[in-house]
Structures are given as structure tokens and as C-alpha cells.
């Protein structure tokens, strides 16, 4: 079954942001990369390298808060445009099946694909312009 997370982002204030979160919520990241972290075939602008390239904080059991900032070669997001609804799968099928659906007459701004951090992932925009990603950890 298919769990939603809200997914963040943030204009050079995750870092700032997610460190309010866990005060609030508690817990631990269990996700945390910068962009300096990518492979080199991904390149990032050195203004960038020190942004948060994907957070995660537990809220509880099936909830996660999920974040990035935004790199400098995208715009930047304005109030009210700064989130997206991540659902994790739990197959590559249900993830094909769920990208599909909410893809139709609206805008794919990243195919699902393997990534290089063992997922399977893919991103949009819906009819409505609600932002999603969709995603299959590899086990």
C-alpha cells in the first residue's frame, strides 16, 4: 500500500528549517545529503553544493516530513508552490500504475527512472498543479 509524505522545499533554509522540525517532532533524520554529495556525472553549481539535496524526518511510523532546497537553475518557489506529496510504493508496478494516473493532462517534469540512490523515481506536476513524487526503494 502506498504511503504519502509531504515533501518541502526551500529557497537555502532546509538545513535551518528541518533543524526547527526535529525540535519540535523529535527524532532523527534518516536521510540527509547536500548536492555535494551527487556523482560527479550530475553536476551542481558550486553555489549549491552546500544546500540539502533530500532530507528526511520521521514523524511517526507511516509519516515522514521530506525536504530539498531549491538549486539556483531552478526557480524559486513561492509561498504556496513549495510543496510536493511524495509516495513511497511498494513495487515498481504500483509506482507505474500511481504515475500514470496522476500524470494524464498534466506535466512530467522528471520520468520515473532508477536513480543512482537505489530508487525508483519519478516526478510531476498534475492537472490541478499539485506537485508529486513518486518513489520505490529498491530493497
Avoid: C
Avoid at 24 to 39: A, H, I, L
Amino acid at each position: 500500500m502506498a504511503e504519502l509524505s509531504p515533501y518541502l522545499n526551500f529557497n537555502g533554509k532546509t538545513e535551518e528549517a528541518f533543524n526547527l522540525y526535529r525540535s519540535v517532532f523529535g527524532g532523527e533524520f534518516t536521510n540527509f545529503q547536500r548536492f555535494s554529495d551527487m556523482p560527479s556525472e550530475f553536476p551542481s553549481a558550486e553555489d549549491d553544493m552546500q544546500k540539502i539535496l533530500h532530507v528526511t524526518l520521521p514523524i511517526s511510523k507511516e509519516t515522514s516530513l521530506m525536504g530539498s532546497d531549491i538549486p539556483a537553475s531552478a526557480p524559486a518557489s513561492v509561498a504556496g508552490s513549495n510543496i510536493s506529496i511524495s509516495i513511497n510504493t511498494s513495487s515498481e508496478e504500483e509506482a507505474n500504475k500511481i504515475f500514470k494516473g496522476l500524470s494524464e493532462g498534466g506535466k512530467i517534469t522528471m520520468p520515473l527512472e532508477k536513480t543512482f540512490w537505489g530508487a525508483y523515481f519519478g516526478m510531476l506536476t498534475d492537472k490541478y498543479e499539485v506537485q508529486w513524487m513518486v518513489n520505490y526503494d529498491y530493497k
